[in-house]
């Protein structure tokens, strides 16, 4: 059932691991939008937590804390079910680091506004800072997310800037467990898909800050990534059918291009 606009209670959702230089920064900026701020701490240092301590004593977060690292995506697990308890219908999944364009939100939530139970994903526009290994590597996992779901509907499944509809969401993370770590963005999108929920992508700038910190492990996560791949390609041939039918169900082949907004251009 579509959740009407008017109802609608969106929050900014934020994991973070070691962050504590930015988080500050981003914090504001999303109470600037008017939006709550869940931050998940994923175990970080003790610099971090003064941070996040400082900021949930101000009233500017809501302070979750994990025990210990476990993960980006047992930290978005975490932030999403308790947004969905405090009452919020979506989430605002963006990086603690500054790589998202905190300018965007009102488009991330406008197109929620329009479309109340898609999830809108973020398609990333990089500039000259990206790594090239990084940013040639993502053009593999589109394919494979486009054969995993038989359709193009998500522009970019790697894209951590993301609005999610949380009641369709805290149904598939009961439905079965997700990643804990960098492959959770991927198969909860590739999943979502399969419920039946609609997607728009809306394009929006990412950096990568000479000064950033990164946790993604070259290695461990690529290795992570394939295995996910398999799984979700494995997972996908029993619901081929279903997909095909909604397919055709739509109509026309053209439902399952891109939908994107008609914004003006990024400058």
């Known amino acids: 059932m579509s959740v009407p606009a008017a109802r609608l209670a969106p929050c900014a959702l934020i994991p973070i691991y070691n962050h504590k230089a930015t988080i500050a920064r981003t914090v504001q900026a999303l109470r600037a939008q008017g939006l709550p701020v869940i931050v998940v701490d994923d175990g970080s240092d003790a610099e971090t937590r003064a941070v996040l301590d400082a ?6 977060i809501q302070l979750l804390r994990l025990p210990h690292n476990q993960g980006k995506g047992a930290a978005l697990v975490a932030g999403l079910l308790a947004a969905r308890e ?3 219908s979506h989430a605002l999944q963006i990086d603690a680091d500054g790589q998202h364009d905190v300018n965007d939100v009102p ?4 197109a929620s506004h329009q479309h109340p139970r898609a999830m809108v994903c973020g398609r990333a526009v990089y500039d000259d800072s990206v790594p090239k290994a990084r940013l040639y590597g993502r053009y593999l996992t589109h394919v494979c997310v486009w054969m995993e ?3 193009l509907a998500i522009d970019d499944s790697m894209c951590g800037y993301r609005l999610y509809p949380l009641d369709e969401t805290s149904a598939e993370i009961a439905r079965a467990p997700l990643p804990a770590r960098m492959d959770f963005d991927t198969e909860i999108a590739v999943r979502l898909v399969w419920r039946g929920v609609p997607v728009r992508n809306v394009p929006t700038r990412v950096i990568y ?3 950033g910190l990164s946790h993604f492990r070259m290695l461990h996560d690529n290795v992570r990534i394939t295995a996910m791949h398999t799984r979700l390609l494995l ?10 039918w909604r397919r055709w169900k739509a109509g026309r082949l053209a439902a399952t291009v891109p939908h994107h907004l008609d914004e003006k251009p990024l400058r």
């Open 55 to 60: 900021l949930a004593a101000s009233g500017e």
């Open 86 to 88: 405090a009452g919020h």
């Open 107 to 110: 488009r991330f939530l406008e």
């Open 149 to 151: 779901t038989l359709s």
């Open 209 to 211: 800050p000479a000064d």
């Open 235 to 244: 997972g996908m041939l029993p619901r081929a059918p279903r997909l095909l």
